[in-house]
Structure formats: C-alpha cells, structure tokens
C-alpha cells in the first residue's frame, strides 16, 4: 500500500510541475504577444510619418495639415504618439 502512495504523490507532483510550465509558457506567449503588438506600431507610425513628410504642400491641404504640423509630426521619434 505505501508504494502506491508514493507513485500516487509523484504523480501529483509531475502535475503540478507540468501547470506551472504551462502556465510559464503561457505568460511567455503574452509576453511575446505584447512585444510584436509594440513593434508593429512602432513600424507603422515611422512608415506613416515617413510617407507624410514626402506629401506636397496640396497633399496636405487635402487632409487638412499645414507644413508646420507635418514638421512637429515627421521629428517625433517612432515611440512617440
């Protein structure tokens, strides 16, 4: 009987191990997650600002932005909003 407690316990110990891999691996993916959404923006905002800054001034007028705006938005870094 004391043997199929001791195989009973190391069961539940590898199961216990085997959620918490689980549930590390799964922070990890958010994390991963979370960093491609960051990176995907940042890539969008420096190509948005990179196709605004080649725009003519009747380009601008068209959406509504002077030369000015366009300057302070183009000098903002890629992390910035």
């Excluded at 004391?2 to 590898?14: E, N, Q, Y």
């Excluded at 959404?37 to 725009?55: G, N, P």
Aim: proline share 0%.
């Amino acid at each position: 009987m004391s043997t199929l407690k001791a195989k009973h316990f190391h069961f539940i110990d590898d199961m216990d191990v085997a959620a918490k891999v689980f549930a590390s691996i799964e922070r990890v993916e958010a994390f991963a997650a979370r960093v491609n959404d960051i990176l995907s923006t940042w890539s969008r905002r420096s190509a948005d600002r990179r196709a605004l800054a080649m725009m003519s001034d009747r380009m601008l007028q068209d959406i509504g932005l002077s030369r000015g705006e366009l300057d302070r938005e183009v000098a903002k870094f890629f992390w910035q909003k």
